[in-house]
T-cell receptor
């Protein structure tokens, strides 16, 4: 079965610094990988996805993710963090009829 | 364009009372529909999913049930709420079997008192 893991419950960065939120995956076949963001008391919002093609995927709000097949990783990155990026981030992998989500990583960007 | 509506946004219900949360999707046909629960602002627990009218799959045995009376309508119900049913409930839809992502509703904060 497809699965993803987010090894960090919490990531803290200073505003203006680069940020990385980690995700590793386990799939049989081609991985269809996603990142979502959730702000307090809101639904999840789509950030980006990897289906095929370039390993570096660009998404919303200046985020990007790097697909690394050898390391089975799909880390979310942003060159310069904003305080408004503080939120809960979910990595996910698409299965046939559903999507498997990681446990989530809470990102806090401090001014 | 496709949109998803979920209501109510917040709900406070006494223990033992019934529950009905509704989710509707516009702008698409025959979507896959999902109910998730999120406890303590963390991970998502898939409760039910549906690939068509009247077709419901339950992931976790519990005090809740789901129904899909129309193609784009998904309802989460309970006959008698428990304190442990408190949480943030999210509805989502996707296009069948494919590589597309999910689109989520804005969620319902349920507090059972």
């Amino acid at each position: 079965a497809q699965s993803v893991a987010q090894p960090e419950d919490q990531v803290n960065v200073a505003e203006g610094n680069p940020l990385t939120v980690k995700c590793t995956y386990s799939v049989s076949g081609n991985p269809y990988l996603f990142w979502y963001v959730q702000y307090p008391n809101r639904g999840l919002q789509f950030l980006l996805k990897y289906i095929t093609g370039d390993n570096l995927v660009k998404g919303s709000y200046g985020f990007e993710a790097e697909f690394n097949k050898s390391q089975t990783s799909f880390h979310l990155k942003k060159p310069s963090a904003l305080v408004s990026d503080s939120a809960l981030y979910f990595c996910a992998v698409r299965d046939i009829n559903d999507m498997r989500f990681g446990a989530g990583t809470r990102l806090t960007v401090k001014p | 364009s496709q949109t998803i509506h979920q209501w109510p946004a917040t709900l406070v219900q006494p223990v033992g009372s019934p529950l009905s949360l509704e989710c509707t999707v516009e702008g698409t046909s025959n979507p896959n529909l999902y109910w998730y629960r999120q406890a303590a602002g963390r991970g998502l627990q898939l409760l039910f999913y549906s690939v068509g009218i009247g077709q419901i799959s339950s992931e976790v045995p519990q005090n809740l049930s789901a129904s899909r009376p129309q193609d784009r309508q998904f309802i989460l119900s309970s006959k008698k709420l428990l304190l442990s049913d408190s949480g943030f409930y999210l509805c989502a839809w996707s296009v069948g079997q494919g590589t597309g992502g999910y689109t989520f509703g804005s969620g319902t904060r349920l507090t059972v008192v």
